[in-house]
């Protein structure tokens, strides 16, 4: 009798440890499983945040592309302003007679005599 009890006891005992032991597989498949999910949703992220830096660097590209295409726009503008400006201020301080000579010479260049 007491033998049974304590046969019935063991097996109970052995029943008890086994669920235990599966409850704690359970559980560290379901720790590796979450672990999995937040490395995979890290890498995700990861994807994201260099996805979005080349996207902002192509931005800044495109906006210094502008810039200097602008810079370079102002830079002729001003030069073809310069260039008039100096020429009007040129004419305007040279006599009658050198501009007279100068258009002469101009005139001469287009009828391609620049060498008499």
Same mark, same amino acid.
């Given at each position: ?6 046969? +019935?006891? &063991? *097996?109970?005992?052995? /029943? !008890?440890?086994?669920?235990?032991? #599966?409850?704690? $597989? %359970?559980? @560290? =498949? ?25 996207? +902002?660097? &192509? *931005?800044?590209?495109? /906006? !210094?592309?502008?810039?200097?295409? #602008?810079?370079? $726009? %102002?830079? @002729? =503008? ?39």
């Amino acid at each position: 009798m007491k033998n049974m009890k304590k046969m +019935k006891l &063991m *097996k109970k005992m052995k /029943k !008890l440890k086994q669920m235990k032991l #599966m409850k704690l $597989m %359970k559980l @560290m =498949k379901l720790m590796k499983l979450m672990k999995l999910m937040k490395l995979m949703k890290l890498m995700k992220l990861m994807k994201l945040m260099k996805l979005m830096k080349l996207m +902002k660097l &192509m *931005k800044l590209m495109k /906006k !210094l592309k502008q810039m200097k295409l #602008m810079k370079k $726009m %102002k830079k @002729m =503008k001003l030069m073809k302003q310069m260039k008039q400006m100096t020429m009007t201020s040129t004419l305007r301080r040279t006599s009658r007679w050198t501009r007279w000579t100068m258009h002469l010479l101009r005139s001469m260049k287009n009828l391609s005599i620049s060498h008499y």
